[in-house]
């Protein structure tokens, strides 16, 4: 290890500094717990002036500037065997060599006396399995946000399947909602690389052969019987993420480990088969919430929602061959955003013009109103006359903004 420690060594960070930050790991900082896997916590570590530091011009890829950032502090349980050492400095040798948008940043690392901890940018919206547990408010992510989400997802993964430049592709292992980050501006992080495997360049059967290691609602069943492990295996757990993005709930639910004990993946498949998936959707997405606090009553647009299932239901097939590639999985959840957002354009359109012709009819019957009546009051006669002026007006407004719109109601 002493060789890894020398060549990431541009990236350490003391354990001072760390306990500093968090006030010695208080509870106050702590923002997840996975037991026996790890602690995150956030705090303003003293070290740098921004989050991505090698975007600089000029500087080198992990390179510290002097100043202070937000981060987030991921503490391993203590070193005592070759496993856990060698997921951490797998976890660094991955995060210090990719670089992509919807993978985490590295800050830097800290390995002193029995102590691992990475250091990673901010995260400031948590993680995904904290809405899927009720720990954050599961209303905020309306359906195109959930779209975004998995679209950012499976850009990160198809990234690491197809486009390295040095290997031939990155199998992560991993994919489930403890490792979907959510930053401020809703955008995904995948990480969780500890577990992760590089196959080389000259891999003929895009293949290799090595004991599973996962959670148990989430490996490829066929991996996990024979070892073979492939891309599709990480195809395989993000289908299991799509459809609990889509339920809003856990894969490993008790709903769902009462009915199979690998929990959703194989429950979201029979009900597809069946043709009950529709049931098992998360009710919330029935009555979105808007950015506002309003009511839409708008759910997912039927088209984006069948596009959406449809390649999850692909995703979770038993057999490896039997699933999509990332690069295909892309492209339909990108047809199910498409759905969504041209369905979203029409139902506003459709809502401006019903509100126009509710304001022409007031229009039309105030001037029946004024035909018929016997005006001798002057004054009488000048009110309605400026109710009426009113009501033109109205339909000559420009259109309100959606926040404007809402507000009116």
Known sequence: MDSNETKLGHLKIRLGDIKLATNNFSETHTIASWDGECTLYRAELHCFDKVNPSSEKGKNKGDHPKGHNIVVIKRY???????????????????????????????????????????????????????????????????????????????????????????????????????????????????????????????????????????????????????????????????????????GRTAFDPIYKKENVRGLGPVARQSCYMGTLEDMID????????ENNFVLSKGPNKDSLHTFMNIAYQCVAETQDQRPTMKVVVKELEKALSFQLNSKVKSDYVEEKSHASVIETQVVELSNELNSMNMTDKSENFEIHNKENMLHDQTDVPAEPDCCKFAMF
């Open 283 to 290: 009710p919330i997405l029935k009555d979105e919430i808007g």
């Open 77 to 247: 349980p203590s070193r005592s065997d070759c496993y856990g050492v060698e997921e951490f400095f797998t976890e660094i040798e991955m995060l210090s060599s990719v670089e992509h948008p919807n993978i985490v940043t590295l800050i830097g690392f800290c390995i002193e006396d029995s102590e691992m901890i990475l250091v990673t940018e901010n995260v400031s919206n948590g993680y995904l399995d904290g809405y899927l547990r009720n720990d954050y408010d599961m209303r905020i992510l309306i359906w195109e946000k959930r779209l975004k989400i998995c679209i950012e997802v499976a850009n990160a993964l198809e990234h690491l399947h197809f486009e390295m430049e040095d290997q031939k592709m990155i199998i992560h292992r991993d994919i489930c909602p403890y490792n979907i980050g959510l930053d401020e501006n809703w955008r995904a992080k995948i990480d969780g690389f500890g577990d992760c495997v590089f196959l080389p360049p000259n891999q003929e059967d895009e293949a290799v052969y090595i004991n599973s290691r996962g959670r148990s609602s989430y490996i490829d069943l066929e991996y996990e019987k024979t070892g073979k492990l492939k891309r599709e295996s990480d195809v395989y757990s993000f289908g299991v993420v799509l459809f609990e993005i889509l339920c």
